[in-house]
C-alpha cells in the first residue's frame, strides 16, 4: 500500500498548532485544547490565540508565524471568513497539513461554498492538504493525540479504525463504543471534503500497526473507480467494514429500460463493495459487532458451526439465526460425542447444539468447549450463557478463556442479561472475546467471519481464471453508428442490433426487404424458418391487419408471404405507407434472460443479468456487476438468479446453453466500457436455447447518455 | 376476554405453599422460597419440607396435609418421581393450581414422560391445573408475586407480559430488561406444558390492568387453530408480539407439490399470526424494542415521520431507516417550516429531516419538536439525539419531555453514546419514553406503531365484508373419489380435476374418446378450438409419433384428427395398446399463476398463491393464508405478489380477470376446509384470461393424507 508522503502530517505530525484556543471552557476552541493537552500526544503543542498568555500551561502565541519549530500540523477552529488567510499563513509558516474544524462553508450555501473554493485554491497554490472543513478532525489513541473538540472521555485504545462522513456519527461511536467495551485505533473525521477524501484515508489508517480492522461511515464516495482499486488493495490485508447511507437518495435521472429502472446507486456500491473486497452493514450496530469479530477472531476454515449452551431455547435460537446467516451446523464426530457423554450429564444432549443442561460447571463449559475445537467437522463455535442459576457467569467466563484464548478456530459467546452477567462481560472484554447479547448477534458475527476468510481464499488461489480476450469486437461500426445520434437520444432498433452485432453478439435482427425476390434473398441469408412482418410505422397492431407471417421454411413460402402482406394490409389499411417487410429468423423458444448495462455516475458501467421477459421489474430477478467483468463476478451473477441457476436445467426444463450465456454478459460488458457514451443498453429478452446452441438476442434498447 | 376460573389461583392466590423449600442457600428451593418471602407476596405463605422447624421466618409444615387456611397454590421443586405422590397430597388439602418446578420429566426421555403423563392422569381425575413440569414458574410484579429460583433481582414493576416456553429465556429477559431500562408485569414460564400451555394463559395475563403489551417466546404452539382464536380475542385490546423460534427445524415430509414444497411450517405460523392480529418479531431484541414502543406511545394516525436531529450524518441514516421500513418522511407544510425558520440558526435545514445544527439548545429541541407534532402532516416523529457537542443530552431529556408526555402523537428517541447519554436515559425511561441507541432501532419501532394503528383500523372498519356463499359446490362427488384412495395416495389426474370440477372450478380437463365420432361429441361439448392427443400408457413423448394434434375448430376436423392419430401411432408403434384419444379444450394463452392448498398440522388448510409454471419454485412469488380466506387475505395475497399484481395489467400486458381468481382462490380454500383427508391439492397453471373471461386450471395434482 502506498501512502502520499503529504498526508503523514495527519498521522505523525511532529507539532501540532491550534489557530483558535480559547481561553473560555464552554467555548469548542477551548475543548479542542484541552484535548490535545490531554491526549498525552508527545510532539509539540502550539496555541495560537489573538491574546496571547498562557493555556492549560502552555504559551499562547499570538499569531501562527511565531510558532516555534517543530509543527507541521495546524488545526484550524476559527470563524470561516478568517480561514483562508489562516491558510496562506500557516503555509508561509511551513506547514502543510491542515485540519479545518470550523463550519460555516459548503454546507451552508452559496457563500460558503465560495469560500470553500477559495480555501482549496489556496491549497493548490501551497500544496497544502486538507482535512475538513466542518469536520471534528483526527483521534489517534496509541500514538496518541486527539485534535477533536469532544467532550471527555475520549475512546479507550483499541483495534478498530473509524473513517466516517458524519462529525455526529463519530462523536456518537466514541462514547457508545465505551458501553460496547471496544476501543479505537484510529479516527477520522472527513467533514465536507474540500480534499481529503475517504479512499485518502484508508491506506494511511490501515498502516498504523495497532489497526486490526477499518470501520467507514460512508454517504457516498467521490470517485468510484479509484474508491475501489485502493479498497482492493488494502482489504487483501486488512478487513474494510462500510455502513453506507443516504440509500434512499436515489437518482431521479428518467431511465430509458429496465436496467435503469432496476439498477438505482445502491446497486452501484453494492457490485464495487464487492469487488473491493469491503463488508456492508447495514445498521451501525453491525458496523460494530462485526468489527469486534474481524479484529479479535481466527478466521475459520469453513462454515459450520458449534453450539454450546446450558439451556434449550437460546440454543434453538441460535439454530435458527446461524442457519438464516447460511453457517451451517456442525455435524459432530462420533468421538466428540463419546467425549461429551464422559463430561456430561446423561440428560445432557451431545448432539449440536450441545446442551449440558442448566447445572452446567464452569470446568464442563470449558471441557465441551475445547472437545468441541477438537472436532475437525467444527469450523467455529458459539458459546451460549443465560444467567446460570447454580453458577456465576463471571466463573464460567474465567474458566473457558483460557480455552478460546489458544484456539486456532473463532469463538464467539452469546451472553444473555444485564447485571448477572457484568462480571463475565469484564473478563471477555479484557481478554478480547467478542461477546454479544443474543445468539443473533452473535450468528451475524461468526458469519462475517467466515465471509471474510471465503473472500481471502478467493483472492489467494483465483489470480483469476484470465478472461480470454473477446473476439469478433468491431469497435470503428459502433463509431459510426454512435456519431450519427445526439446524446440523450434513443438509438433506432436497428442501430441497437448493429451495436450488438459489432459485438458479436448473435441477434435475430430484423432485415428489410423491399420486395419478393430480395425477401427471399434474406431468408436465405439469415437460415430458415423466418418470419415475416409488415414495414409500417403507421400500423401498430400488425398481426391485426394480418401483417405477420410466422414458420416460413422455403424462399417460395417467403417470396408468396411478402406478396400476400402487402396485399392484405392495403386491403385493410388503404392509406397506408408501407416500406417493405421486415424478415426476422424464427428463434426456437429458449430461456428468456436479460442482459444489460448502464453507465453509474460513481462506478462507470454496471452489468445486470436476470430473469428477462416483460415481467423483469415484477420478479426482479437480478444481480449487478461494474464492467470489466472477472470470472467469479459473471460466475456470482449466474448463481445469486433463478434465472442463472436454472441454465443448468430444473425439473423438465432442459439445460439451455450456459456458456453463450457468460459469452454475451462479457460482450456487452466490454461494449459499456469502451463506450460509456452509451448511457443504457439492454437486450431483452436474449433467448438461450439448448446446451450447445447458443443465444440470441431478440430484442433490443439503446439510449446514449446526456 | 372469558378467562377460566380453574386459572385465577396461578394469579392471584390466596395463599401459596412451596413444597420442597430448603434450608440450604445454595439449593433451588431456598432461592424459590427467598424470593417468595421477599416478593412481597401479601397472601399467605407456606413452606413445606420434611424437617419442620422455621426459614426465612415462616414457619416450615412437614406436610403439605399440615398447612394451614388460605392456600389455592402450591410450587412443587421435589425430585421427579416425588411428584405425582405430592399431587395426590394437594389434591387431599384442596389446591387445585400447581406450578411444578422440578425438571426430570418428558425432557429427559421415555421414563420421564412416563411420568409425566402420570401427573396429567391424576390432575384431570382432581381437576387440578398444572403449570409445568420443567419451568420457573410465575413472577406478577404488581401483585406482587414471585415463584422462581432465579438469583435476584427481580424484574422492575413494568407494563410488559412475557410468556415463555424457555426457562433461561426468562432468567436472560429479566435481567436484560434491568439494562434496557423496562420493566415487567406478569412473567410466566411454560417448561413442559403437561396441562396449561401457551394460549391459556394469554387472556388471564391480558386481564392484567398493569399488562399493556404481551410478549411471546414460542417454540410451537399446541393447538393451532384455538391458539389463533383466542390470540385474536387478546390482540384486539392489547399489542401481542411473538418471536417464534425453531423455524428452521422444518418438517422432513415428503411432498408432492410445489405448494407442500414451499409452504414449510414457518409460512403456516406467519399467517396465523397475521389472521391472529400477533406482531411477528425476528429477535428477543426486537420483541422489547417494539414492546416499549407499544406499551409507552400513542398510536399515530398514519405513517408519515418527521425527523429532528442537530446533525446531518444520524438523519440521513433515520430517512433510510424509515423508508427502509415501509414509513414514509413527512412532507411538512409551509407554515410549519417558517416557524422552524423563526425558531432556529438561518443555516439550519427545515426540511425534513429538519437540521437544528450542532449548537441547537435544549430549548430549541422543545419548540421545533412541538412545531413538528402540531403539523398535520406529521403522524409521528423521531427525535435524533447524539452527545451534544454544546449542551447536555440530559438538558435536551428534561426540555422535551413535557411536550412528548402531552402529544397524542407517537415520539421515539434515537440517543446515541453512552456515558454522555446516561442522564438523558434515565429521565426518557422514568418518563416512558422509549429510546434507543440508533435510528434504525427507533424507526423499527415507529414501523410497529403504524403496523399497529393499520390493524386496529382495518379491524374496527372491517367487520370484514362477508364472502358470499359459494354456489356449485357438491360435496357428494368428492367424496365418491375420495373413497376410490387408500391414505397417502395420490389421485390420477382425471380425479383431480373432477374434485375441482366438483367445486365450481372451471378446468380444461382432457376427456377420452374412443372413436371418431365420440371424439367429435366431446369437442362440441367442450367448445373449439380443441387439441387431440393420444390416450396411452406406452407412449411419452407423443408429439414425436405424431400423437398430437392442435388448433382443431370444427367436428370435421376433429373426427379426421381422431383417425389421423390413431393410424400415425399404429403405424410408428405397432405394438402399442391405445385407450383412445383425449380431447381438451384449447386455452388462449392467459396470465399463469399457481393456487394450492395443504394441511399444516398446526392450522389446517394453508392456501398459497402466486406466480405459476415450471419455475413457482425458482421464482418463490408466492403468499400463503390460512382457510377459509377472508376478503382481506385474499388481497393481501394479491396485493403482496407479482402475480397478483400484474393481474390488473403491466405495460403491455393487458388486465386479467382478477375476480376468477378470487373465485377459484376461494373454492380450493373451501375445498381444503371441507375435506381434511386432501394433503395437498394444487392448479398449477391456472391460466387466468383477459378481464371478463374468466380463469382456466390447466393442470392439477391432488395427494390424500397418510
Redesign the interface.
Known amino acids: 500500500m502506498k501512502i502520499d508522503p503529504s498526508l503523514f502530517p495527519f498521522f505523525t505530525p511532529q507539532g501540532v498548532a491550534i489557530i483558535g484556543a480559547s481561553f473560555v471552557p464552554?467555548k469548542?476552541g477551548y475543548?479542542l485544547s484541552r484535548n490535545l493537552v490531554q491526549s498525552g500526544y508527545k510532539g509539540a503543542i502550539h496555541l495560537v490565540n489573538l491574546r496571547g498568555g498562557n493555556l492549560l500551561g502552555q504559551p499562547v502565541y499570538k499569531h501562527v508565524s511565531e510558532v516555534p519549530d517543530p509543527v507541521d500540523l495546524a488545526v484550524l477552529l476559527i470563524p470561516a471568513a478568517a480561514v483562508p488567510q489562516a491558510l496562506e499563513d500557516c503555509a508561509q509558516r511551513g506547514i502543510k497539513a491542515l485540519i479545518i474544524v470550523s463550519?460555516?462553508f459548503k454546507?451552508?450555501?452559496t457563500r460558503g461554498t465560495q469560500l470553500e473554493e477559495q480555501c482549496l485554491e489556496i491549497a493548490r497554490k501551497h500544496d497544502l492538504r486538507l482535512l475538513g472543513p466542518n469536520c471534528i478532525g483526527l483521534i489517534d489513541t496509541h500514538l496518541p493525540i486527539d485534535t477533536t473538540?469532544?467532550?471527555p472521555?475520549g475512546p479507550t485504545p483499541g483495534d478498530i479504525a473509524f473513517i466516517?462522513?458524519?462529525?455526529?456519527?463519530c462523536?456518537?461511536v466514541i462514547?457508545?463504543?465505551?458501553?460496547?467495551g471496544f476501543g479505537l485505533s484510529r479516527m477520522a473525521s472527513l467533514g465536507n471534503q474540500s480534499d481529503v477524501n475517504e479512499t485518502d484515508l484508508l491506506a494511511p489508517v490501515a498502516a498504523d500497526p495497532y489497526t486490526r480492522v477499518i470501520t467507514l461511515?460512508l454517504?457516498g464516495v467521490g470517485d468510484g473507480r479509484r474508491f475501489i482499486k485502493v479498497a482492493q488493495e488494502v482489504s487483501r490485508q486488512k478487513p474494510i467494514i462500510a455502513l453506507k447511507?443516504?440509500?434512499?437518495?436515489s437518482s431521479q435521472q428518467a431511465v430509458a429500460s429496465h436496467t435503469g429502472a432496476l439498477a438505482g446507486m445502491e446497486n452501484a456500491y453494492s457490485a464495487a463493495f464487492r469487488r473491493a473486497g469491503v463488508i456492508r452493514a447495514?445498521?451501525?450496530?453491525e458496523l460494530f459487532d462485526w468489527a469486534r469479530a474481524l479484529a479479535w477472531c481466527p478466521l475459520p476454515r469453513g462454515r459450520s458451526v458449534g453450539v454450546l449452551t446450558?439451556?434449550?431455547?437460546?440454543g434453538?435460537?441460535a439454530?435458527?439465526?446461524l442457519?438464516?446467516e447460511g453457517l451451517t451446523i456442525a455435524n459432530l464426530k462420533e468421538s466428540t460425542k463419546t467425549s461429551l457423554q464422559t463430561l456430561l450429564e446423561s440428560?445432557a444432549s451431545v448432539e449440536n447444539p450441545v446442551d449440558m443442561l442448566?447445572g452446567a460447571t464452569p470446568q464442563q463449559y470449558a471441557s465441551s468447549l475445547q472437545v468441541l475445537l477438537d472436532d475437525a467437522h467444527v469450523d467455529s463455535v458459539m458459546v451460549i450463557i443465560?444467567?446460570p442459576?447454580?453458577h456465576t457467569a463471571g466463573g464460567i467466563a474465567k474458566a473457558i478463556i483460557p480455552v478460546i484464548c489458544t484456539a486456532e478456530k473463532p469463538v464467539v459467546i452469546a451472553l444473555?442479561?444485564?447485571?448477572?452477567?457484568q462480571e463475565a462481560v469484564e473478563h471477555f472484554r479484557a481478554a478480547r472475546v467478542p461477546e454479544y447479547?443474543?445468539p443473533?448477534?452473535a450468528a451475524a458475527a461468526l458469519a462475517v467471519l467466515a465471509k471474510r476468510a471465503k473472500y481471502l481464499a478467493e483472492i489467494s488461489h483465483s489470480a483469476e481464471r484470465p478472461i480470454k480476450p473477446l473476439e469478433k469486437i468491431n469497435q470503428t461500426i459502433v463509431e459510426e453508428v454512435l456519431h450519427q445520434y445526439n446524446p440523450g437520444e434513443i438509438l433506432s432498433q436497428g442501430d441497437a442490433f448493429t451495436l450488438l452485432q459489432a459485438y458479436g453478439v448473435p441477434t435475430a435482427q430484423p432485415q428489410l426487404a423491399k420486395n419478393a425476390i430480395k425477401a427471399g434473398e434474406i431468408a436465405r441469408e439469415i437460415g430458415f424458418p423466418v418470419a415475416l412482418k409488415i414495414a409500417s410505422n403507421h400500423i401498430n397492431h400488425k398481426s391485426e391487419v394480418g401483417g405477420v407471417l410466422l414458420n416460413l421454411h422455403n424462399p417460395a413460402q417467403v417470396e408468396a408471404g411478402f406478396a400476400e402482406i402487402i396485399e392484405r394490409t392495403r386491403s385493410v389499411r388503404p392509406g397506408s405507407a408501407t416500406e417493405g417487410v421486415y424478415i426476422q429468423r424464427m428463434i426456437p423458444s429458449g430461456q428468456d434472460v436479460i442482459i444489460g448495462a448502464i453507465q453509474d455516475q460513481q462506478f462507470g458501467p454496471l452489468i445486470m443479468f436476470g430473469?428477462g421477459g416483460?415481467?423483469v421489474e415484477?420478479?426482479k430477478?437480478v444481480r449487478f456487476s461494474l464492467a470489466p467483468l472477472s470470472t467469479s463476478e459473471v460466475e456470482e451473477m449466474l448463481e445469486r438468479t433463478?434465472a442463472g441457476?436454472?441454465l443448468a436445467g430444473?425439473?423438465?426444463?432442459p439445460p439451455a446453453d450456459r456458456e453463450a450465456v457468460i459469452d454475451v454478459l462479457l460482450r456487452v460488458a466490454q461494449l459499456g466500457s469502451d463506450f460509456p457514451q452509451i448511457a443504457e443498453i439492454e437486450i431483452n429478452p436474449l433467448s438461450v436455447l439448448e446446451a450447445g446452441h447458443g443465444a440470441v438476442a431478440v430484442d433490443i434498447r439503446a439510449k446514449l447518455s446526456r
Open positions: 464552554t469548542l475543548g463550519g460555516g454546507e451552508t450555501g473538540f469532544l467532550s472521555p466516517s462522513h458524519s462529525g455526529a456519527i462523536a456518537a462514547d457508545w463504543a465505551r458501553g460496547q461511515y454517504e447511507v443516504g440509500r434512499y437518495e447495514e445498521t451501525t450496530e446450558n439451556a434449550g431455547g437460546p434453538v435460537t439454530i435458527d439465526a442457519e438464516a440428560a442448566a443465560p444467567p442459576p447454580m444473555m442479561g444485564e447485571r448477572l452477567i447479547r443474543f443473533e448477534r430473469s416483460i415481467e415484477g420478479v430477478d433463478w441457476k436454472k430444473f425439473r423438465n426444463l
